[in-house]
T-cell receptor, first 114, second 110 residues
Framework: DAGVTQSPTHLIKTRGQQVTLRCSPI?????VSWYQQVLGQGPQFIFQ???????GRGNFPDRFSARQFPNYSSELNVNALLLGDSALYLC?????????????FGNGTRLTVT | GIQVEQSPPDLILQEGANSTLRCNFS?????LQWFHQNPWGQLINLFY???GTKQNGRLSATTVATERYSLLYISSSQTTDSGVYFC????????????FGTGTRLQVFP
């Protein structure tokens, strides 16, 4: 079975632009979470979606938004990009809503903002 | 919010050595997971271990939730074990996210 897939793998954007990152969960997983990982730190929680509804939001500005589609895939959008948004963006999926099952991560999208 | 501290921050080993990584958390948790991030950035789930002990090959983990810590044991280390090890917890009072620890960077040399 395929794992969590993310696209694109790398992305270079200019300050002020907008970006959309995509994620497909493991088959049968209904929960998708997004994390941001800056160099040298652990991942930081951005959003969790379960059954197409937002179930959790981290301490990120409103420039960050996300949605989950009927097939449980998800998109993360970031508007008005700042240099500080440069990071590895990780998508993870799990079976249930709460983290009472293993979380599986994709390989991430490395975003560079210049 | 809940704080998650890992120790040691850095660890250098020769192939074949054993090691113990520690994860301390500041409040009660519903569950805890260990991850390995390889040098290419891929984050792999090692254990889902809210309590008790589990083993998977050369790796084992123990969580003592009442004392707010978890341990990851790596035996007979190999160069492919290199990378950063993270523990992540779901707090009992904030269940929408996993909070990652500070990480332990492991380097294994032949």
């Amino acid at each position: 079975d395929a794992g969590v897939t993310q696209s694109p793998t790398h992305l270079i954007k200019t300050r002020g632009q907008q970006v959309t990152l995509r994620c497909s969960p493991i088959s049968g997983h209904k929960s998708v979470s997004w994390y941001q990982q800056v160099l040298g730190q652990g991942p930081q929680f951005i959003f969790q979606y379960y059954e197409k509804e937002e179930r959790g939001r981290g301490n990120f500005p409103d420039r960050f938004s996300a949605r989950q589609f009927p097939n449980y895939s998800s998109e993360l959008n970031v508007n008005a990009l700042l240099l500080g948004d440069s990071a590895l963006y990780l998508c993870a999926s799990s079976v249930g809503q709460n983290h009472n099952s293993p979380l599986h991560f994709g390989n991430g999208t490395r975003l560079t903002v210049t | 919010g809940i704080q998650v501290e890992q120790s040691p921050p850095d660890l250098i080993l020769q192939e074949g050595a054993n090691s113990t990584l520690r994860c301390n958390f500041s409040d009660s948790v519903n569950n805890l997971q260990w991850f390995h991030q390889n040098p290419w950035g891929q984050l792999i789930n090692l254990f889902y271990i809210p309590s008790g002990t589990k083993q998977n090959g050369r790796l084992s983990a123990t969580t003592v939730a009442t004392e707010r810590y978890s341990l990851l044991y790596i035996s007979s280390s190999q160069t492919t074990d290199s990378g950063v090890y993270f523990c992540a917890v779901e707090g009992s009072y904030n269940t929408d996210k996993l909070i990652f620890g500070t990480g332990t960077r492991l380097q294994v040399f032949p």
